[in-house]
């Protein structure tokens, strides 16, 4: 049944915590709703004598003008992200829905304040990261420490081992002789243990046990799931080598999830994202490759610095510098290895190598 008459549907758009936006093909705002005006800070009179650019960050201009223009040809904006700068300094994070209107040159938006999200998720990320490399560094000290008594403890027991005993006439002085020789071959038994325990827990404890490739894959797809329709990504799959590996599960995820991820968002405009992903034996090596054909890397320039932590080689707002850092700490401490082909505008191959 219809709404009558005497029912004001503007209502809808002025009553929306949502932030709705009417923005014309000349880059101007048209009419915006009061959830913008509050969220932002300004005056309709301030937002509609200016272009939209002014109040977008400047780091997100460029990205946001590629998909403007592809709204300009009748394409749909789903899922976008950028930041906006409020009247006061702020930045907010908004999540977009456009729809364009050919016939009368205008855009229709809906936005969502996803700063909160953002803060969380980026804090998550740092904490994540912090203890990641605080874990390291631990470990680094203590494999330090342990290797760096080694020399010392061989050293006095080499010396020990010079003393003739039977040039010496005093009974406790080759007793005292002998318990430090044994306190020093204790000692270094204790380190050796201790090494050899380091070892075993670095990768024991990270409850390593037997995990499918394409059981990971689908779980990582289907908590995705409206990234992947939305921007309609192609993910096609061959575990016909072997799909199954010791790894830990959550590791494995992590990994899946932030390079299926960053090949979706770093796409280039006006493509579908394709992936591929696909394992094989390669000189006896277990190895999973996963290809692209996103904005890719130019690899002379950026050397060894693909896996750093906070590094970015890409202008998206979304991009923090932790992703890849993650996925090389996840790997390397089971041992394993990746490496990745690039070029920049044709896609990347990230190779995963397994330990045995």
């Known amino acids: 049944m219809p709404l009558p008459d005497s029912y004001n549907t503007d209502l809808f758009f002025e009553l929306s915590l949502d932030l709705h936006f009417i923005a014309g093909y000349d880059g101007y705002l048209k009419k915006v709703n009061p959830a ?15 272009p939209i650019n002014e109040f977008i960050h400047p780091e997100d201009r460029m990205i946001t ?23 006061n300094g702020d930045i907010v994070w908004l999540s977009w829905t456009s729809m364009p209107y050919q016939s009368e040159q205008l855009v229709y938006a809906i936005a969502k304040n996803v700063t909160h999200l ?8 740092l ?37 003739d005993k039977s040039k010496i006439n005093d009974s406790s002085t080759i007793e005292l002789i002998d318990l430090l020789k044994n306190s020093g071959i204790q000692l270094k038994l204790t380190v050796d243990s201790y090494i050899t ?25 289907q908590s995705i799931h409206n ?38 968002k770093y796409v280039n405009v006006g ?45 998206h707002s979304d991009s923090n510098g932790i992703g890849l850092y993650l996925v090389y700490t ?15 505008g044709k896609g990347t191959t990230f190779t995963i190598t397994f330990m045995d």
């Open 65 to 87: 003008s590629e998909h403007r223009q592809n709204i300009h040809k009748n394409k749909p904006l789903l899922n976008f992200e950028n930041r906006y700068i409020t009247k």
């Open 227 to 264: 990234m992947i329709v939305d921007t309609n990504s192609f993910i096609e799959s061959d575990f016909s080598a072997f799909d199954k590996i010791p790894f830990n599960k959550a590791y494995l995820d992590s990994i899946l999830l932030n390079l299926i991820t960053n090949a979706i």
């Open 330 to 344: 996840h790997i390397k401490n089971l041992g394993g290895n990746i490496t990745l082909e690039s070029e920049v």
């Open 118 to 125: 953002k803060n969380k998720e980026e804090d998550r990320n």
């Open 271 to 315: 493509t579908t994202p394709h992936l591929v992903l696909r394992t094989q034996i390669l000189n006896g090596e277990k190895q999973l490759l996963i290809s692209d054909n996103g904005q890719g890397f130019n690899l002379e320039k950026i050397k060894n610095k693909i896996f750093g932590l906070h590094q970015k080689f890409h202008a």
């Open 36 to 50: 913008v005006l509050k969220t932002l800070g300004y005056s309709e009179e301030e937002l509609y004598s200016r």
């Open 197 to 221: 325990k380091l070892t075993q827990d670095s990768i024991l404890n990270l409850s390593i046990e037997t995990v499918s490739i394409s059981a990971a894959l689908e779980r990582v797809t």
């Open 127 to 163: 904490l994540v990261s912090s203890l990641t490399e605080m874990n390291k560094n631990f470990k680094n000290l203590t494999f330090t420490i342990s290797h760096d008594l080694r020399p010392p403890i061989n050293n006095l027991l080499s010396l020990l081992n010079f003393i």
